[in-house]
């Protein structure tokens, strides 16, 4: 498939025909962070999981698992639906997941999320060995990074700004709703 590379989960840096595709949550990436289209593609399909969280009065965080270039799970946050704090997007794809590949391991997979993982679901991430984590906006009160960024699995390689503004501007418009009320 041209210069991208098939195994998403592989670590390699996949690039979009000839250069790296940048977009403005770029300065905020450890170096050599490179995002190309199709992050911001699986990532527009996240985004699709949390307006249907949005819709439904949940936070809306979206989430999908990517192996071989095709989404094998979908989630978004039912915490309010379920009556269940660990029913993020992030807990119901990685179930998802699991149960499409018939096992636990996740380690050739990406998965792709709105907002940066908290603690539990970066916890969670670690324990399935996912091998990327692309993320849109930054949580700098509830992010895994908070309390350190050594949560998940060595081998795991993260990408955060993803389609931050975008994501971002769902979890405002959320927040903007409620204090309406």
């Known amino acids: 498939m041209g210069d991208r590379c098939s195994d998403v989960g592989s670590g390699t ?9 940048r977009d403005p949550g770029a300065d905020q ?15 527009r399909q996240a985004l699709k999981e949390a307006e249907q969280a949005f819709k439904v009065d949940e936070v809306p965080i979206g989430a999908v698992v990517v192996c071989g270039d ?5 989630g978004h946050n039912l915490t ?8 993020h997007a992030e807990m119901q794809s990685i179930t998802a997941a699991a149960e499409h ?15 940066e993982p908290c603690p539990m679901c970066a916890g969670a991430l670690q324990w399935a060995r996912i091998g990327r984590i692309v993320f849109g906006a930054f949580d700098e009160k509830s992010g895994y990074r908070r ?8 081998k795991t390689k993260v990408v955060g700004g993803v389609l931050e503004a975008e994501c971002a501007d769902l979890m405002k418009a959320f927040f903007k709703k409620k204090r309406a009320l």
Do not use: W
């Not at 095709?70 to 979908?74: E, F, P, S, V």
């Open 29 to 43: 990436r450890p170096e050599g962070m490179i995002v190309t289209n199709t992050d911001e593609h699986f990532m």
């Open 147 to 154: 309390i350190g960024g050594k949560m998940l699995h060595p």
């Open 70 to 74: 095709r989404i094998i799970a979908r």
């Open 13 to 21: 840096p996949c690039l979009s025909s000839d250069a790296e595709q």
């Open 101 to 115: 590949l018939g096992g636990k391991y996740l380690k050739d997979c990406t998965l792709f999320v709105t907002v």
């Open 80 to 87: 309010e639906r379920l009556n269940d704090v660990t029913a």
